[in-house]
């Protein structure tokens, strides 16, 4: 259905992208580290997420089918 949650342990102020897998940014935004993200609209493939604090970064893939 191509709705992501994105929930972090700590809360803060965090950078939230989503990039295909041709390097592109689809989606970029600011949030407290709790928040829904809708692919719905993108196309079928494989998605990083990167989740970035003043002190860390986490990357996570996603798969649209």
């Known amino acids: 259905d191509g709705i992501v949650n994105v929930r972090t342990q700590k ?3 965090y950078t939230i992208e ?3 897998a041709l390097g592109a ?3 970029s935004k600011r949030s407290n580290g709790n928040t ?3 692919l719905s609209g ?3 493939g494989v ?3 990167r989740i970035a604090s ?3 970064c986490v990357v996570k893939r996603v798969t649209l089918n």
């Open 36 to 38: 829904t993200l809708d």
């Open 47 to 49: 998605y990083s997420v």
């Open 18 to 20: 989503v990039i295909d």
């Open 11 to 13: 809360p803060g102020s």
């Open 42 to 44: 993108q196309a079928k």
């Open 54 to 56: 003043e002190n860390a």
């Open 25 to 27: 940014r689809v989606i």
